[in-house]
């Protein structure tokens, strides 16, 4: 679950640059204030926006999965620059956005092999299902497959689940990597780390 739910109205119709992309950033700020760093689900409302670019998406959409990565990776902020890339549980997801601007999103992740969340149905508080933008290679696609037909899931479960004869070791690691590519969240149990989908359907964008 997420502590946080926040979102950013993508406030231009033409979402264009970095300066435009840290004005919508700023409606986050605030969370950099919190001392206690909450697993957060920012949503990017793309409602009304007719055309973006590779500079708006490196300093909003990127920014805030490299800031998740560096978490899961244990990175220090390298700057005291207020945009810099530092450690915080951002989990990404587009919303509301038209075909043309999906495109445009789509081909800013396939060029750096980046995968992005595109919600399409929104239920009591959680993503009932989404698109992928992006690359995702077939290994990691049926993985997630089988988080979201589980819900929650080890990879010591997945390896007594799947036909797959590859070792819990590399299971653990396909699912770190959909962690670390923000598609996934987990917690901790004991020793286990418990993973679990952000939608509970997902599907390549078409």
Not at 50 to 56: A, L, Q, V
Not at 69 to 92: K, Q
Not at 196 to 203: D, E, F, P, Q, V
């Amino acid at each position: 679950m997420f502590g946080n739910n926040l979102q950013i109205h993508v406030h231009a119709p033409h979402a264009l640059g970095a300066l435009e992309a840290r004005k919508d950033l700023e409606q986050i700020m605030p969370v950099f204030g919190r001392t206690q760093q909450l697993p957060t689900m920012v949503i990017f409302n793309f409602e009304g926006v007719d055309h973006t670019n590779g500079s708006y998406l490196r300093a909003s959409l990127l920014w805030s999965v490299l800031c998740g990565r560096a978490d899961v990776m244990g990175t220090p902020s390298g700057s005291s620059e207020a945009w810099a890339i530092r450690p915080f549980p951002f989990f990404p997801v587009i919303s509301n956005c038209s075909r043309d601007v999906a495109e445009e999103i789509r081909d800013f992740a396939t060029q750096r092999g980046e995968s992005f969340l595109l919600m399409d149905r929104w239920e009591k508080g959680e993503i009932e299902s989404a698109q992928i933008l992006g690359p995702l290679d077939l290994f990691l696609a049926s993985t997630l497959e089988l988080v979201c037909s589980q819900g929650e899931i080890t990879a010591q479960r997945l390896h007594t689940l799947s036909t797959e004869k590859i070792t819990i070791n590399a299971w653990s690691n396909r699912l770190l990597e959909l962690f670390s590519k923000r598609l996934v969240q987990r917690r901790r149990e004991g020793k286990f780390w418990i993973y679990s989908s952000i939608s509970k359907k997902h599907r390549l964008w078409d």
